[in-house]
């Protein structure tokens, strides 16, 4: 089994992507295993609406432990489980927060075992002006480089502004590969699919 970490700031819609991509690949049940940052494990089984409603939150780091799905994809003949892993957000600096602290150093460390990475990023809000790729999002991609796979998702491609991103985001990583997305509407997704099966 091949693990996938999906990481990226606050709200950028990792977890949208994550239960939205599992969707896209047939499951309207889920089993969520989340690992608290203490290393306890639980796992909540959910029907695909439910966990969106309940895990998909607009306020900033709601997401504090890993969450994982395990999705098959298809390989040759066959298929091949991936488990994708939902982080929580990364943020510049020393959060005030210690659980949020936690949640931040355990997405970090998780990067360091996983098989890839793909790296969201909010195209819309780029676009705007809102924000900009800042050094965290320059170090991510320096360290996933060095990972057997990285790609970075630009995400929210079904709002205004975010081929303006798109082309912004091409200009701050030239070479890297960039994969267009709309986590909500299940945009890119295709090639998402695609990218993560040939990963070996």
């Given amino acids: 089994m091949r693990r996938f970490v999906v990481v990226g700031r606050p709200n950028v819609g990792k977890t949208l992507f994550v239960l939205n991509f599992a969707g896209f690949l047939g499951l309207r049940q889920l089993e969520v295993i ?3 940052p203490d290393e306890r494990l639980y796992l909540r089984r959910y029907q695909l609406g439910e966990a969106l409603a309940e895990l998909v939150d607009p306020e900033p780091h709601s997401t504090r432990c890993l969450q994982s799905v395990l999705v098959d994809l298809p390989a040759g003949k066959g298929k091949t489980q991936v488990e994708l892993l939902d982080t929580a957000g990364l943020n510049n600096g020393i959060h005030p927060i210690p ?6 150093a355990q997405t970090l460390g998780v990067l ?10 909010d195209a819309a809000a ?3 002006g809102e924000e900009e790729p800042g050094e ?3 170090e991510v991609a320096r360290f996933g480089r060095l990972r057997p796979a990285y790609a970075i998702l ?6 205004p502004e975010a081929g303006k991103g ?5 200009r701050e990583f030239p070479g890297q590969y960039i994969i267009p997305v709309s986590a909500l509407r299940q945009e890119g997704f295709r090639e998402v699919r ?7």
């Fill in 126 to 128: 780029i676009g705007r």
């Fill in 166 to 170: 798109l082309a912004q985001l091409r």
């Fill in 99 to 104: 659980a949020i602290r936690r949640a931040i």
């Fill in 112 to 121: 360091r075992e996983v098989d890839g990475i793909l790296h969201v990023l």
């Fill in 154 to 159: 630009a995400n929210k491609m079904d709002l």
């Fill in 194 to 200: 695609r990218y993560v099966a040939e990963q070996r």
């Fill in 136 to 138: 965290l999002d320059r």
């Fill in 34 to 36: 989340f690992r608290e």
